[in-house]
């Protein structure tokens, strides 16, 4: 059984993969560490995950169809979370349109 986090490393995303590690169920974490906020604060929210062996980080963006289509055809995904989200309400009037797709 497969979980896919969404947003795996950031605040919310990283407490739910804790626990879902912490349960012995297998995460894939798909985020791309976007710097808006410093990624080496998602990094950190990661580091003991990324110990277990039922862990799995994948560095990508959830617009990519294809990396999306070679994630489930390459993992049994049974469940999805999908925290994952550009964060900021300014940037988003600036550049909208990088907030749509």
Do not use: W
Not at 23 to 36: E, Q, T, Y
Not at 62 to 86: G, M
């Amino acid at each position: 059984m497969h979980y896919l986090i969404t947003g795996g490393a950031g605040f919310i995303g990283s407490h739910v993969v804790d626990r879902l590690i912490k349960d012995g169920k297998k995460v894939i974490c798909l985020d791309n560490l976007d710097n808006f906020y410093d990624p080496a604060i998602k990094r950190r929210n990661i580091s003991e995950s990324l110990k277990s062996q039922n862990f799995k980080l994948i560095e990508g963006d959830i617009r990519d169809l294809k990396l999306l289509r070679e994630i489930f055809s390459s993992y049994k995904i049974d469940y999805v979370f999908h925290p994952a989200a550009r964060a900021g309400v300014r940037p988003s009037i600036a550049d909208p349109l990088l907030y749509d797709r």
